[in-house]
């Protein structure tokens, strides 16, 4: 069936390194993917998206990657700040009619 | 633009009660949705609305019905509580599909 799993659930990085959360997706068809963060007690608020004509896309302090051949996303945060402790979700969305399957989440610890 | 806002944001139920969650976004976004999260779950869909006076079933729409009567507004209820509705349900809002959904804070329903 289609899903969107995460490599690791947990991450756990030192203040100041760079963190990357990984995703693979099993649509090949979807052609839109977004990353969300979500801190404890609150929603989910968007971070970065890119298109399936990209395979990379650049923010402030994050970069996500894309890889169609294997199916593969990745969030990179620059300069990690404890303040980016959270969940991170990737979602893909498909053509076709709606349908957005979001990921089960990682949990990024920031150590100070 | 206070964006998406979720009332309430906490309520305990008994089974068998009812209840209604009301969601509003302030920005003019056709789409609306109601998803549910779960401990070590991806967001579900529940239902959703692509415009004023229309709804959609999601992934997991038993039990749980919509309205969508004002464009701003989009009501999830709860005809009779069970406990396996124990859950946070947030709403979202885009502007079209695919793009991307902004969030509700989240309510958090348990029901005994």
């Known amino acids: 069936g289609e899903s969107v799993g995460l490599h690791l659930p947990t991450l756990s990085v030192q203040e100041g390194d760079n963190s990357i959360i990984n995703c693979a997706y099993s649509n090949s068809a979807s052609d839109y993917f977004i990353w969300y963060k979500q801190e404890s007690g609150k929603g989910p608020q968007f971070i970065i998206d890119i298109r399936s004509n990209m395979d990379k896309r650049q923010g402030q302090r994050v970069t996500v990657l894309l890889n169609k051949t294997v199916k593969h996303l990745s969030l990179q945060i620059a300069a990690t700040q404890p303040g980016d402790s959270a969940v991170y979700f990737c979602a893909e969305n498909g053509p076709g009619g709606f349908k957005t399957i979001f990921g089960a989440g990682t949990r990024l610890f920031v150590k100070a | 633009n206070a964006g998406v806002t979720q009332t309430p944001k906490f309520r305990v139920l008994k089974t068998g009660q009812s209840m209604t969650l009301l969601c509003a976004q302030d920005?003019?976004?056709?789409?609306m949705y109601w998803y549910r999260q779960d401990p070590g779950m991806g967001l579900r869909l529940i239902h959703y609305s692509v415009g004023e006076g229309t709804t959609a079933k999601g992934e997991v729409p038993d039990g749980y019905n919509v309205s969508r009567l004002k464009k701003q507004n989009f009501l999830l209820g709860l005809e009779s509580a069970a406990p396996s509705q124990t859950s946070v349900y947030f709403c979202?809002?885009?502007?079209?599909?695919?793009?991307?959904?902004?969030f509700g804070p989240g309510t958090r329903l348990t029901v005994l």
């Open positions: 979202a809002s885009s502007y079209g599909y695919p793009d991307t959904q902004y």
């Open positions: 920005m003019n976004h056709e789409y």
